[in-house]
């Protein structure tokens, strides 16, 4: 597969969402401030349930980079298209909960247009 630039951003997406995974299942609370909702309590059940983040967000990468490795960019675009859904989760999420608008629009807001935008270049919209 040739790489161009709309490929290259999907991997660096897929990669990144993998290693913040990795931080909500090795360490759930260093990394949940950044998310835009209240901390919650720091008992074993809430772990588990911030684990749970981790895990999605691992998978998430693991789908577009073996897209990536295995079929053709429109294909992964398409991907990113679907995965997108769960940028914009997370980002009405935050919104509902009365977390903070910058974050819920610059974290996860962002993360989706990209998402969104990549994609369609991935699958020659633009």
């Known amino acids: 597969m040739h790489i161009t630039i709309p ?3 999907a991997g660096l ?7 913040i995974g990795t931080f909500y299942i090795l360490s759930p609370e260093r990394v949940m401030g950044g998310f835009g909702l209240k901390l919650p309590s720091p008992d074993p059940d809430t772990r588990a349930w911030l684990r749970l983040k981790g895990i999605r967000d691992i998978g998430s990468g693991l789908v577009v980079l073996t897209l990536m490795l295995t079929t053709d960019p429109r294909t992964v675009g398409i991907a990113l298209l679907a995965l997108s859904f769960i940028a914009f989760g997370d980002m009405c999420n935050v919104l509902l909960s009365g977390g903070p608008k910058s974050t819920a629009i610059s974290v996860h807001g962002v993360t989706c247009t990209l998402m969104i935008v990549v994609g369609l270049f991935l699958i020659h919209v633009f």
Do not use: P, Q
């Not at 997406?13 to 290693?19: K, M, N, R």
């Open 13 to 19: 997406l897929a990669v990144g969402i993998s290693i």
């Open 7 to 9: 490929l290259a951003i």
